[in-house]
């Protein structure tokens, strides 16, 4: 044996343990929501080669549920992920796929495709789509190392049409966020077809799974999710309202009219606060509180931070990766928490606000709890 060959070797045996560590994480992470994985899934967790799909990367990293960044725009705007592994069996999951299903991925890498393709068999079929073609390359590329290019078909294309050319499909899986669902995706659906697609409404995003009867869809479930904006003609991207340059800000979606200037000053003022007697526990799930909001307010969005915006003393935010919020010209009130004095881990609702109609903001995001919770 060379000492490539042992070198190799070495590799993949490091691979298959990490693989195998990667499927016991995803067990964690979904057992700790209430929620479980399909040994289907987690088994092409332990089979398919994710290294091979993220070049340039470290096994460690390859590996890590996270999501590595694989390419930017000209102003550093995220245009291109592989996935994080939790995110794909979640979805993966939505989707319930069966053995010789006929399957669209919109939105590529290779990396998910060939998951879809060991749980659809070889009597299955995987189309993978992406408009950029250094993604197409690279999706290729991974898949004909894994030994999956047999399996899946790589298109480039403009998702927003679909790949007519292989329909129908049983499931459609959308690995970029949308801020609308286009007709070819219904059009392309079988009837009892399942469309999983991480939806954006005012900057929020959640994976819904619909499921198409006769030519409409009705949502069965939806979950928490996270992915880059889906580019072509359906593009609509979101964008960063500095308050504090940018160590605070509203994130929204870039078609939403908002002033940056009067905010900017109303948070200088000080802050009021009004709480909803709306207490929840703690392992409670709250989630669709910010979808709630997002369609009950006139505006939305997402109040963020860097580390130094979390620190400084002019918000408080309740989670580190941001709160929702709402704003009119000149104010701003976002959502907040309080412990309990009962046992120290429920909490109350309440919202903090800045600027001159601080008090009727806060006022109105907390009826937005109040009628949430109703």
Request: proline share 5%.
């Amino acid at each position: 044996m060379t000492n490539a060959e042992s070198i190799m070797t070495d590799e993949d045996a490091t691979a298959a343990h990490l693989r195998q560590a990667l499927a016991e994480s995803i067990i964690k992470n979904r057992a700790a929501i209430g929620r479980s994985v399909d040994e289907l899934i987690l088994e092409a967790v332990r089979t398919v080669p994710r290294h091979l799909f993220v070049p340039d990367v470290g096994l460690d990293e390859a590996y890590a549920d996270d999501s590595p960044i694989m390419k930017r725009d000209k102003q550093g705007v995220a245009i291109s992920s592989v996935s994080a592994p939790w995110l794909q069996a979640m979805m993966l999951q939505q989707a319930q796929i069966e053995p010789g299903m006929r399957l669209l991925e919109i939105g590529s890498g290779g990396y998910n495709a060939a998951l879809m393709a060991e749980l659809v068999g070889p009597n299955g079929a995987v189309v993978t789509l992406d408009i950029d073609p250094d993604v197409c390359a690279r999706a290729e590329r991974g898949l004909a190392d894994a030994g999956y290019d047999d399996l899946v078909t790589v298109v480039r294309a403009d998702g927003e049409f679909g790949a007519e050319q292989h329909a129908p499909f049983d499931r459609i899986i959308v690995t970029v966020s949308a801020p609308d669902i286009p007709p070819a995706w219904i059009n392309q659906l079988t009837d009892g077809g399942l469309l999983v697609v991480p939806l954006r409404m005012r900057g929020l995003a959640r994976s819904f799974v619909f499921e198409r009867t006769g030519n409409h869809l009705s949502s069965r479930e939806f979950e928490l999710c996270g992915f880059v904006p889906i580019q072509g003609v359906g593009e609509f991207r979101q964008r960063l309202v500095g308050l504090a340059g940018d160590d605070i800000a509203l994130r929204i979606d870039d078609r939403q009219p908002i002033e940056a200037e009067p905010l900017c000053e109303a948070l200088t003022t000080d802050r009021h606060e009004a709480w909803s007697g709306v207490v929840i526990g703690g392992m409670e799930a709250w989630d669709d509180l910010d979808m709630w909001i997002a369609t009950a307010s006139q505006s939305y969005g997402y109040l963020v931070t860097t580390d130094a915006g979390y620190q400084s003393d002019l918000i408080d935010l309740a989670k580190r990766w941001g709160m929702s919020a709402i704003w009119d010209c000149d104010s701003f009130a976002y959502l907040a928490w309080r412990p309990t004095v009962a046992d120290g881990q429920s909490r109350e609702f309440g919202a903090f606000a800045h600027g001159p109609h601080a008090a009727d903001l806060a006022d109105r995001l907390v009826g937005h709890v109040r009628s949430w919770d109703r």
